[in-house]
């Protein structure tokens, strides 16, 4: 479907790809192995893994209209992993 069917129909096509988050994913193994958070903030451009709350904010801000102009994309939320 083209992009110019979907705009009038108001279907955004956004993809939300967090990078290395502090949650209970893969059995925790960033938020509870401290060599794996250690490791994820030295090849991290912001020094750190990722947080829920930054995911919150980057999950709520796709689908509103602020981020109505955006559309399709892949929005990679990862603080600067691997650049």
């Not at 479907?1 to 990078?19: C, D, T, Y």
């Not at 912001?46 to 509103?64: F, H, M, Q, V």
């Amino acid at each position: 479907m083209s992009e110019q069917r979907l705009g009038p129909r108001k279907i955004r096509v956004k993809v939300l790809a967090p990078g290395a988050i502090e949650t209970d994913f893969s059995v925790g193994a960033v938020r509870d192995n401290p060599e794996m958070n250690r490791y994820v903030a030295l090849q991290t451009a912001l020094g750190r893994a990722g947080l829920p709350a930054g995911i919150d904010a980057a999950t709520a801000l796709l689908p509103s209209d602020s981020a109505a102009w955006i559309m399709p994309q892949r929005i990679e939320a990862f603080g600067g992993m691997f650049i």
